[in-house]
């Protein structure tokens, strides 16, 4: 699967003021426009499966080309992900809510289904916010983040 593609997205949890949780997830796809639902993976055994399993909402977030630390930070368990280099603020239903991605997600989540050593899980889109940039988007693929190429 390193020879596919994929854009990158960091999933966060922790509403109501709850310690904030995220994960950087290459996973991310629209399943359905109506209703309108996507899906993501998580780890069984990531620090992060716990919050999510137990989330009613969870904050999705499309990175834009330059955010190579975000994804990093968030891709590692341990770090400090909402330290002092992560802009960030609570948002609806108090989700911690990354700033300057080009867009955020706010999803109810309707099923985790474990498969295989991981949880796939599919939400409702409730909420969404994009702010128009001429960024491009975060895109990973052999292991390495790599840059769109305009015509």
């Not at 950087?24 to 993501?40: G, I, K, W």
């Not at 190579?68 to 770090?79: L, V």
Request: hydrophobic share 50%; aromatic share 4%.
């Amino acid at each position: 699967m390193r020879q596919h593609a994929k854009g990158v997205a960091v999933i966060t949890a922790g509403e109501d003021a709850g310690p904030p949780v995220g994960f950087c997830a290459t996973s991310l796809t629209s399943v359905s426009l109506d209703p309108p639902l996507v899906s993501f993976t998580v780890g069984l055994h990531a620090a992060s499966f716990t919050a999510v399993e137990s989330a009613r909402h969870v904050a999705v977030h499309l990175l834009a080309e330059g955010q190579e630390d975000t994804a990093r930070r968030f891709a590692h368990g341990g770090a400090a992900k909402f330290g002092a280099a992560t802009a960030w603020h609570r948002g609806p239903r108090g989700l911690p809510v990354l700033d300057d991605v080009l867009a955020a997600l706010i999803v109810s989540l309707v099923q985790l289904v474990p498969v295989g050593d991981h949880a796939l899980a599919i939400g409702r889109v409730v909420e969404a916010t994009h702010v128009p940039s001429p960024a491009r988007p975060l895109i990973h693929h052999d292991g390495a983040f790599v840059h769109l190429a305009l015509p």
